[in-house]
């Protein structure tokens, strides 16, 4: 029996703003040294991610706008 639970793994990265909060990303832009930072797991609002480039840490906070913020951990 399939399941269709309205999943979908490849959601489109370029419709911003579209799930608002529960938005997943799969690549932040470290604000500390600039570098983008590619991530095969995705993050979303709650997780935390690390600059692979300076090594600083960020908790994710996603706005309902489907924003993306960075605050130092
Ligand atoms: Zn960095």
Request: net charge negative; aromatic share 10%.
């Amino acid at each position: 029996m399939p399941i269709d639970q309205g999943y979908d793994e490849d959601d489109d990265e370029k419709e911003a703003s579209a799930e608002g909060a529960g938005r997943r990303f799969g690549d932040f832009d470290c604000p500390e040294c600039d570098a983008n930072n590619p991530y095969d797991d995705r993050f979303g609002d709650g997780d935390e991610v690390r600059c692979f480039y300076c090594g600083a840490g960020f908790l994710v906070e996603v706005t309902e706008a489907g924003r993306l913020r960075l605050r130092a951990s």
